[in-house]
C-alpha cells in the first residue's frame, strides 16, 4: 500500500494550490481519508477529512479556505488550498483510515512521504 503526494512548493500570502493524493495497493477503498500538516518544531495537525459518503471536516485553522475532494474516477485525493497564509507552512502528508470516522493521526493507518508547502508573505 501506498500514497504518494504531490503538488507542494512555493507561493505567496494570498495564492493557491492543489495538493494531490495516489492511492495504490488498496484491494478496498478506504472508508476515510485525510489531510495532516506539521511544521518545524510542531506536532502534526488535521487539515482535512473524507469519508466515502463524501461527508468532510475541516479544521478550524483552514475553514473556507480549503476543499478536500476524492475523484473516485481518478482514485485521486485532493487538497485545493485557497488564500495561503504563511502559517500554512508545513509539510502536508496524505493519510488513510480503515476506520469509517477518522481525524486524530492515531485514527490513520496508512501514510505518505509529505509534499512540502511553502508560503511567503
Known amino acids: 500500500v501506498q500514497l504518494m503526494e504531490s503538488g507542494g512548493g512555493s507561493v505567496q500570502s494570498g495564492g493557491s494550490l492543489r495538493l494531490s493524493c495516489a492511492p495504490s495497493?488498496?484491494?478496498?477503498?478506504?472508508?476515510?481519508m485525510g489531510w495532516f500538516r506539521q511544521a518545524p518544531g510542531q506536532g502534526r495537525e488535521g487539515v482535512a477529512s473524507?469519508?466515502?459518503?463524501?461527508?468532510?471536516t475541516y479544521g478550524d485553522s483552514v475553514k473556507g479556505r480549503f476543499t478536500i475532494s476524492l475523484d473516485n474516477a481518478k482514485n485521486t485525493l485532493y487538497l485545493q488550498m485557497n488564500r495561503l497564509k504563511p502559517e500554512d507552512t508545513a509539510m502536508y502528508y496524505c493519510?488513510?483510515?480503515?476506520?469509517?470516522?477518522?481525524?486524530?493521526?492515531?485514527?490513520?493507518?496508512?501514510w505518505g512521504q509529505g509534499t512540502q508547502v511553502t508560503v511567503s508573505s
Open positions: 493519510a488513510a483510515s480503515r476506520f469509517a470516522r477518522a481525524w486524530y493521526d492515531d485514527d490513520y493507518h496508512y
Open positions: 473524507i469519508k466515502n459518503d463524501g461527508s468532510t
Open positions: 495497493g488498496f484491494t478496498y477503498t478506504p472508508p476515510c
